[in-house]
């Protein structure tokens, strides 16, 4: 299912996102410097592909589409879920501020929750919401979500996911040599 496949394409994305932040944070954590230019484009990768990009695709037509299918859903899993989007843009205003204040055993703390969360987050998306939407997406309602997430990509523009898969790369490069 393309809809499906999208969204863990997104994943493995933000998850390289997440081998960044931990790097960051080794670094934090032993008193070393970081560029902060380069962390501050980590922690727009977060807020702008993760959350906009990705979890705006779920909140807009991912879970209504479950929902709307089984709408047991909406007090269990899906409602987990965005309290669990919302427990991360806490956390990334948490790392931004710290940044900001050189606040670093605060970063520190947010970041690993953040970590945390999002690796809990993603597990579930895959292993228990993927798995009930297979049951109810045919290749008709497939196309649907495939075209309602086309929809809101064009809104954000076209260049947005290639630049932030290009940012993604180019700090990879940087930080954890090269992952050709």
Partial sequence: ????????????????????????????????????????????????FADKWHHGKEEEVFFPFLIKKDNHLEQGPVAMMLHEH??????????????????????????????????????????VLFQIATIYLDNDSDEQLWQQYHHLEEAMGEAFYSHYAAVITALEERYLGSKE
């Avoid at 394409?9 to 931990?22: F, Q, Y």
């Avoid at 960051?24 to 977060?46: G, P």
């Avoid at 900001?100 to 970041?111: G, M, P």
Wanted: hydrophobic share 40%; aromatic share 8%; glycine share 2%.
């Fill in 86 to 127: 919302e427990q991360g843009r806490n956390y990334l205003a948490q790392m931004r501020q710290a940044m900001q204040q050189a606040k670093w055993e605060v970063f520190l703390e947010a970041a690993s929750e953040y970590l945390t969360l999002l690796s809990a987050h993603i597990q579930k998306e895959e292993q």
């Fill in 1 to 48: 299912m393309k809809s499906i496949n999208r969204l863990k394409e997104e994943h493995r994305i933000i998850e390289r996102g997440m081998d960044l932040l931990r790097y960051f944070c080794a670094q934090l954590s032993h008193q070393q410097c970081v560029a902060s230019n380069d962390l501050s484009m980590l922690l727009d990768f977060f807020r702008d």
